[in-house]
């Protein structure tokens, strides 16, 4: 049986995760567990969103007996074109493998975007938005803004395929060598 830490409890993130794992294996033991990301609660780079991400993997495959750990970070990122959304995994197991892995993006409207860059979160900026409550534990910035085509948890469970198809090649691959892809 395979044994998977999940660091968070947001529901759109774990049942993203369960079901990418449950997809891929027949038999998954999962532990969830709120862990610290070590980044400012609104991640405002693809960098910090990134380290987000490897630093719940990280902390969640510390705190249990699990052979991995997963830990997904939602973010902002501006480029030119203006501030979207960024979504970021990460994997790691007991063999010392880093895996990441990045999503989809959407621009934001300006009246978000203005307000994030005011020092909000985008989370509550959400729940204001849609007179909502809760959004980032349901359909997320991304489900309100592409129309309910693609959820949040949609939106990782995309994330968290692509962790899971690269594990599986390294593992192939290399014979989980780590160093195989860190010459």
Request: net charge neutral; charged share 20%.
């Amino acid at each position: 049986m395979l044994k998977v830490a999940i660091g968070t409890t947001n529901p759109a993130k774990v049942q993203a995760i369960q079901k990418a794992f449950n997809e891929q294996y027949g038999d998954v033991m999962f532990e969830c567990l709120k862990t610290e990301s070590h980044v400012s609660e609104q991640p405002f780079s693809d960098q910090e969103t990134i380290e987000g991400a490897l630093n719940r993997a990280k902390n969640v495959l510390r705190a249990s007996d699990s052979e991995i750990g997963i830990g997904l970070e939602g973010g902002v990122t501006e480029s030119l074109y203006g501030m979207f959304v960024c979504n970021w995994g990460a994997l790691v197991d007991r063999s010392g493998n880093e895996i990441i892995g990045g999503g989809a993006r959407i621009s934001l409207p300006k009246e978000i975007s203005s307000q994030l860059k005011a020092g909000k979160e985008l989370g509550p900026l959400m729940d204001e938005y849609t007179q909502k409550s809760g959004t980032r534990k349901k359909e997320g910035a991304m489900g309100v803004f592409t129309n309910g085509l693609i959820t949040r948890e949609a939106m990782f469970l995309h994330v968290v395929q692509l962790l899971i198809g690269q594990w599986q090649f390294r593992n192939k691959v290399q014979g989980n060598n780590p160093s195989y892809f860190y010459l």
